[in-house]
């Protein structure tokens, strides 16, 4: 079992940064990939960044260039810098863990963190 809490949501003006963080349970973290994804009223969760165990990443079309996900493994941590802010950031961030084994998955999920971005 894994439990994930985010912080370092906020209100910031467009053109501003903010950097989430996501602290993890569990004395296994570096082997979990990963992930941010966010979610608006209406909308499907859809995924921000993700972060191997290997530190390999990927992000979605919509923030490459402007946001950086990153780990710290000594600190159960996965972080995600966000820069150059736009309105259409606006969401609530979701942190995910994801242990992929041969024939399963085990995903986790923290509550999530509201993130305003005003124009």
């Known amino acids: 079992q894994v439990q994930l809490v985010e912080s370092g949501g906020g209100l910031v003006q467009a053109g501003g940064s903010l950097r989430l963080s996501c602290a993890a349970s569990?004395?296994?973290?570096?082997?979990?990939?990963m992930g941010w994804y966010r979610q608006t009223p209406g909308k499907q969760r859809e995924l921000v960044a993700t972060?191997?165990?290997?530190?390999?990443?990927n992000y979605a079309d919509s923030v490459k260039g402007r946001f950086t996900i990153s780990r710290d493994n000594a600190k159960n941590t996965v972080y995600l810098r966000m820069d150059s802010l736009k309105p259409e950031d606006t969401a609530v961030y979701y942190c995910?863990?994801?242990?992929?084994?041969?024939?399963?998955?085990?995903?986790?999920w923290g509550q999530g963190t509201q993130v305003t971005i005003s124009s």
């Open positions: 995910n863990a994801a242990l992929i084994r041969i024939g399963s998955v085990s995903t986790y």
């Open positions: 569990g004395s296994i973290f570096s082997r979990y990939t």
């Open positions: 972060i191997t165990s290997g530190s390999n990443t």
